[in-house]
């Protein structure tokens, strides 16, 4: 509130899809070769990561501030974008939580700022 007060605009950025366990420990349990990964995935998701995204969005909302849902961007339908083409370097995902360098490119790519206030 102090922020907006002295004409700062806050942007509120959701979670990032965030795995139960690391993405590629994920990918090698599904015994499928890398070609094969699926470019939207759901297996492993933390069950509540789109619930978060909504109290978020909700919160930005009553707080009258600009919010960017990462998993608008990222996902579709439950799955989320794994990958950006057919190198190893293009995977979104290195670890539970984190986007490499290309599936952070991606996702900030796609930031659009609404003016919510």
Not at 30 to 53: H, R, W
Not at 60 to 68: D, E
Not at 82 to 97: A, Q, V
Request: one cysteine or more; proline letters at 3%; a negative charge.
């Amino acid at each position: 509130h102090a922020l907006k007060q002295i004409g700062i605009n806050v942007v509120v950025v959701g979670p990032s899809p965030d795995w139960t366990i690391k993405f590629t420990e994920i990918i090698a349990a599904q015994d499928v070769l890398f070609e094969k990964v699926p470019y939207y995935f759901k297996e492993g998701l933390v069950p509540n990561f789109f619930d978060i995204d909504k109290e978020m969005q909700a919160f930005a909302v009553q707080n009258k501030v600009n919010y960017i849902s990462t998993a608008n961007i990222l996902c579709s339908d439950y799955k989320c974008k794994t990958r950006g083409g057919d190198k190893l370097e293009d995977l979104y995902y290195w670890d539970c939580d984190h986007l490499t360098v290309a599936g952070s490119e991606f996702l900030v790519s796609h930031f659009k700022m609404h003016n919510q206030s």
